[in-house]
């Protein structure tokens, strides 16, 4: 069957977007066998800021430098962009002494970035230059220099900066990420940064979604099964712990709607007994710092559908399967 003039324009349109990825993945690949001492000099100069890290950028560069900005911040590092024409203009009021300015540019001759130069030196901040030309006038001044040469852009007319964002955009990563195992940052910090959307809800600490206070169903060891059976009802969480009040509610065990089942078919004395005699002792408990996912593996490993939170093995709040749902965490 001869092909169509649709046929031809498909595979020429997935003929060049393979030759774009092929060139970009090429470029990032190229700059592994870059890095050396000056990455881990960069690291060091990031890690050990005293102030912020200013970044800056014009164009294209100006946009993957606003990036850089937003993941050093969302990491544990301040981090702000500095747009270069602005700030010959009166954002470089912005510029401390202990602060380290990120520098983006491809050519390393950007008239606005190299007007920065001398007030950066006046001021005595740090400057790291990510270029794609060490030897540039940029990469000259810089105190630590990033080569993130490329050998063509992905653009046909290699033109368009394409390959060359890309690999900066890469190498940035690189540093934001050896910068964030450096200064030990973990997930509960990551959580503290971000509270909002579908990620800081994963990333929620177990005490903010907890039933606690008047929530909190909770028996003493000889509370009557009558009692108890009252405050798992009325609490709605098809559960109750179960503390020892002279130790100021030190964990014991849990009651849940299973137990009830299974004593009721055994025993037609079940309300007659108390809380010690039907509980589960060593329930599955979690701290009120941990996080909210963790929570959930938890449960889904356990088959279990409720979690009592503790602090040094006294009951602080429970955890219901049904919390989970409600945020979009399942």
Not at 79 to 100: N, T, Y
Not at 148 to 154: G, N, T
Not at 193 to 200: A, D, E, F, M, V
Request: charged fraction near 20%; glycine fraction near 8%; aromatic fraction near 2%.
């Amino acid at each position: 069957m001869p092909t169509t003039p649709v046929d031809q324009t498909v595979t020429a349109d997935l003929s060049l977007a393979r030759k774009v990825l092929e060139t970009e993945a090429t470029a990032i690949q190229g700059l592994i066998a870059c890095l050396d001492e000056r990455f881990t000099q960069a690291v060091d100069l990031i890690a050990g800021c005293r102030g912020r890290v200013v970044v800056t950028g014009m164009g294209k560069s100006g946009i993957i430098a606003r990036k850089m900005a937003a993941t050093l911040s969302s990491t544990g590092t301040p981090a702000f962009f500095v747009h270069p024409a602005d700030a010959v203009h009166g954002d470089l009021g912005a510029l401390q002494a202990e602060d380290v300015v990120l520098a983006f540019s491809h050519s390393g001759e950007t008239y606005e970035l190299l007007r920065l130069l001398e007030a950066i030196r006046r001021l005595g901040a740090r400057l790291i230059a990510l270029t794609g030309h060490a030897d540039s006038t940029l990469g000259q001044a810089a105190d630590v220099v990033l080569d993130c040469h490329i050998d063509e852009e992905a653009c046909p007319l290699n033109l368009a900066p394409t390959a060359s964002t890309t690999a900066s955009l890469a190498l940035g990563d690189a540093v934001a990420m050896t910068v964030l195992v450096r200064k030990g940052f973990k997930a509960e910090d990551f959580a503290n940064l971000h509270p909002g959307g579908k990620l800081g809800k994963k990333l929620m600490r177990a005490e903010a979604l907890m039933h606690q206070g008047p929530a909190l169903p909770v028996v003493a060891l000889d509370t009557r099964m009558r009692d108890v059976i009252y405050e798992m009802s009325s609490k709605g969480l098809g559960m109750t712990c179960v503390v020892d009040t002279a130790t100021d509610r030190r964990l014991q065990g849990i009651i849940t709607d299973g137990d009830l089942r299974r004593h009721m078919t055994d025993s037609s004395q079940i309300l007659e007994q108390s809380a010690a005699d039907i509980m589960t002792p060593h329930p599955v408990t979690i701290g009120s710092t941990r996080l909210v996912a963790e929570a959930l593996k938890i449960m889904e490993e356990r088959k279990i559908t409720s979690l009592i939170v503790v602090e040094s093995d006294r009951v602080c709040g429970v955890l219901h399967l049904h919390d989970l749902w409600r945020t979009d965490l399942i």
